[in-house]
């Protein structure tokens, strides 16, 4: 990405794909390039403010900072300007309007002239998952808690760390203090570098305790006069989970291990990195070095931007290996000084931190990104034997990798929604039961979360398997709230064009909770433990002509020890068998679980739905746009507890769009519920899925005596509605449809004679919503002179987009053309073919995608 020029620049996830995006400051705001993993896209204007214009000037008088302040997954803006602190939060696509969220720690409130006399940062400094402002005054520092939409009025945490305190810290060049978890409690503490040595204070959750010698070094004193000189930093570099100190002299590198109550004497890990050394690094803005770890071991590594290129020092836990280098570029020699930013930061997913360098050429400014290449892999298991000769084996890749995971959108505070690269499976293959061939399973997931307040992940929303030969998809949604984390929900077994509108098979399952020392029904407090357990579970299967089978409901009921007492398993034709089961449970001896009677009883009959009394009545009314909508999330909000029954009526408003951000995902989802609900839906407006994208370029294929290029298909759209559960739809006024299949592109011609490639156009995008992207017209070259096909066009809620013309050369006084591209589908419907050029009829254009499906599931509409 090139700019006219650069200011600041900045490295965060603000779209939350798990990939540091590009946020560059301008004179009238900030401008974003998102990353694709493989590269930059266009930068566009994300806010208008926190331009250099707009009273923030620079870094060292109004700093701003990207990074998640609500708790949602998204990096955001935060700037203190002359009057207060501005926050302008991000939607994943934009930040939202700067507002003022605190009136302090600006230099308008008094003192804080400069980051380097008075500096400012935000962490979670009480737990709660969301960074508050820690800043260093004169007499101490002082703390403003963040309550996810403001920060709380400023107190004094301790009186330490200021620049007139008992240990004085006249600046941070010479005297840099951090906030970070030094003991390993969850907490951030305080790191100063006073003149005699390193100095920390304890964070209590409320305060910080008085701060403490803990190494009389890496100060002034021992020879660290300025951080740019003589930088020091924290780092594992050991792999036990606490940081420890790295201070970089003129004759190497120094390192203080952390034993998490104190530091232990520093010692020479390598003689580099210094300003004196063979390699020399005079400055740290000049000659930056990062200590962080690039080769995924689990310990820190040094990284050092020397004139001739980067070098990396591998941390081996004990020591340092000797540097090398990774990468020329990036240094001095390339053009880099101390006004052109080298960062770190994973822009690709895959877990991985990459260098992104800002170069000024030619009087504007390039963004260049040098991709860390994966050396090692974590231990995973590869493949499964079962003692009998058959061998099953496992591919993984990381989470990011392509279209394997799909992030969520609705987690609420203290959850959010998150996308890491972990390492996941993408298939596993088993050989069938002849062993002449393999069924292979392919892998997506979905909706992974984490609890922010210090519970951690929570799990996937969903995982989906797809037998790849015959395309039956299995997908488990489980639940991600405490004690349930992890239960599986819902199983559902899906073969498109076969079942009941695709669907062979729904489980549903509903849980309890008993209290182990009481057997009571589970309350959530702290020091409390947890019995989690299935207490019914509903089956419903179809033919694949969509004859619905009987249905089996079966209800368990369990004893504080574990022990199910009674299972009751009903059919719909009428057959119930309960077993009832009697143990001996003596906790005084420790012999639990022994059961002492079993009794099974089989009867027809009407069929005992064991369902509770209680039914919780929801209406809703939806009367603005909407993407992604779920019954189920929003009766649990209104208080619904999840086992009573549930009479709910949800109505559209006229001229009220419910759409869906992605063809995966429904645009109006029922979500699961325990047998008997009754759900009616009333649509006046528009429910649509989100439409396909346009196909794009052609791909080579040569049959004889020709030279062309056939165009690709375009992408199937996404269902309007989910029905997991029996609904009755009122549509009178209403509309519901699938989003429009994406256009194909038009072939493309090599008119090899001439040496000249015309490209075929790109197709449109499907109806919906949140309609297709049109696709890409064809590159005109194949090492030939040519002309591009034109991009597709996007759709709109109701009508596909139109697809590209194809590209027109004029040869021997006679135009020809490449084929354009199909127009994207409007709603419910399928994408245009793209369509074949002159004289090309041995290429077809790429197949219009389909439509997506009205309605998933089991639904009576009127």
């Not at 799990?459 to 949604?477: H, L, S, Y």
């Not at 090309?840 to 309605?855: E, K, L, Q």
Request: aromatic share 10%.
């Amino acid at each position: 990405s090139s700019w006219g020029s650069l200011v600041t620049s900045f490295l965060a996830d603000v779209n939350g794909d798990g990939k540091a995006d590009f946020i560059a400051q301008q004179s009238d705001g900030l401008y974003v390039a998102l990353s694709t993993g493989t590269g930059l896209g266009a930068s566009t204007k994300w806010v208008n403010g926190f331009g250099y214009s707009q009273g923030y000037s620079d870094q060292t008088t109004t700093p701003i900072f990207l990074l998640d302040v609500n708790g949602d997954g998204l990096a955001d803006a935060v700037g203190f300007a002359s009057d207060g602190v501005y926050v302008a939060l991000s939607n994943g696509a934009g930040f939202g309007s700067p507002t003022k969220w605190i009136s302090d720690f600006t230099t308008g409130a008094g003192g804080w002239t400069t980051m380097d006399t008075y500096p400012r940062t935000l962490a979670d400094v009480n737990g709660d998952g969301r960074p508050d402002v820690v800043g260093f005054g004169s007499n101490g520092v002082y703390v403003a808690l963040n309550n996810g939409t403001g920060f709380g009025a400023r107190t004094q945490w301790t009186g330490d760390f200021g620049t007139t305190s008992t240990v004085p810290y006249a600046t941070n060049s010479a005297n840099p203090r951090l906030v970070q978890d030094v003991n390993g409690d969850g907490l951030p503490d305080i790191i100063g570098f006073g003149n005699g040595g390193t100095y920390v204070a304890l964070n209590t959750g409320t305060s910080f305790a008085a701060s403490t010698l803990w190494l009389a070094d890496f100060g002034v004193n021992a020879g660290y006069t300025t951080s740019d000189t003589y930088p020091r930093t924290l780092a594992d570099v050991n792999g036990d989970g606490l940081p420890d100190v790295i201070g970089f002299k003129s004759d190497g590198t120094y390192v203080a291990i952390n034993t998490g109550t104190g530091l232990q004497t520093a010692t020479k890990w390598l003689a580099d990195f210094g300003t004196a050394t063979t390699i020399a690094y005079s400055s740290q803005k000049g000659f930056p070095r990062y200590v962080m770890d690039v080769n995924g071991d689990g310990k820190a590594d040094i990284i050092g931007f020397a004139a001739a290129g980067v070098q990396v020092a591998l941390g081996t836990g004990t020591g340092l290996n000797a540097s090398s280098q990774w990468v020329a570029g990036f240094g001095s020699n390339a053009g880099y000084t101390t006004t052109t930013p080298r960062q770190l930061a994973d822009v690709d997913g895959d877990g991985f931190p990459d260098i992104v360098g800002t170069l000024v050429t030619g009087g504007s400014t390039a963004t260049n990104v040098a991709r860390t290449a994966r050396t090692t892999t974590p231990d995973l298991i590869a493949t499964l034997g079962n003692g009998m000769g058959t061998i099953s084996t496992v591919t993984y890749t990381f989470l990011g990798n392509g279209g394997l995971y799909t992030r969520g959108t609705t987690a609420t505070y203290p959850q959010a929604d998150i996308t890491v690269p972990f390492y996941v499976v993408q298939s596993a293959k088993t050989p069938n039961a002849l062993g002449s061939n393999f069924i292979t399973h392919n892998y997506q997931y979905g909706g992974l979360r984490v609890d922010i307040t210090g519970r951690g992940l929570v799990g996937f929303g969903w995982v989906q398997a797809t037998q790849a030969d015959t395309g039956i998809a299995t997908r488990t949604d489980y639940r991600q709230d405490w004690p349930y984390s992890g239960l599986p929900f819902q199983t559902m077994k899906t073969l498109p064009g076969y079942g009941n509108n695709g669907l062979l098979s729904l489980v549903t399952n509903s849980y309890g909770c008993l209290t182990p020392q009481t057997g009571v029904a589970c309350t959530i407090t702290a020091g409390n433990r947890y019995f989690p357990y299935l207490s019914q579970s509903n089956e419903a299967n179809w033919e694949s002509n969509g004859t619905a089978l009987p249905t089996v409901q079966t209800a368990n009921t369990f004893d504080g020890y574990g022990n199910a007492t009674a299972v009751t398993v009903a059919s719909s034709d009428g057959f119930t068998k309960t077993t009832t089961n009697i143990y001996s449970n003596d906790a005084t001896n420790w012999f639990l679980g022994r059961l002492t009677q079993s009794q099974v009883a089989s009867t027809t009959g009407a069929v005992n739905q064991n369902m509770p009394t209680g039914v919780f009545t929801f209406n809703q009314t939806i009367s603005t746009n909407t993407n992604n909508y779920n019954l189920r999330n929003a009766a649990i909000a209104a208080g619904w507890n999840q086992s009573d029954l549930l009479a709910a009526k949800v109505t559209v408003n006229p001229g009220v769009v419910v759409g869906s951000t992605s063809p995966s995902t429904p645009a109006f989802d029922t979500g699961y519920f325990p047998t008997g609900a009754a759900i009616t839906l009333i649509n006046n407006g528009i429910i649509a899925g989100a439409g396909g994208a346009g196909g794009s370029d052609g791909t080579w294929f040569a049959p004889t005596n020709s030279l062309g290029f056939t165009g690709n298909p375009g992408q199937p759209g996404g269902a309007a509605m989910r029905a997991q559960a029996l609904m009755n739809i009122a549509n009178d006024s209403g509309t519901i449809g699938g989003g429009g299949g994406g256009g194909g592109a038009g072939a493309s011609r090599l008119w090899g004679f001439a040496f000249v490639k015309t490209g075929g156009g790109g197709g449109g995008g499907g109806a919906g919503q949140v309609s297709g992207a049109g696709g890409a017209g064809a590159i005109g070259s194949a090492g030939y002179s040519g002309v591009n096909g034109a991009n597709g066009s996007s759709g709109t809620p109701m009508n596909g987009g139109v697809g590209g013309g194809g590209g027109t050369y004029v040869l021997y006084y006679q135009p020809v053309t490449s084929g354009s591209g199909g127009n994207g589908g409007n709603l419910g419907m399928s994408g245009d073919s793209g369509t074949v050029g002159t004289a090309n009829t041995a290429y077809i254009g790429g197949a219009g995608g389909s439509p997506g499906a009205a309605v998933v599931g089991n639904a009576n509409i009127t």
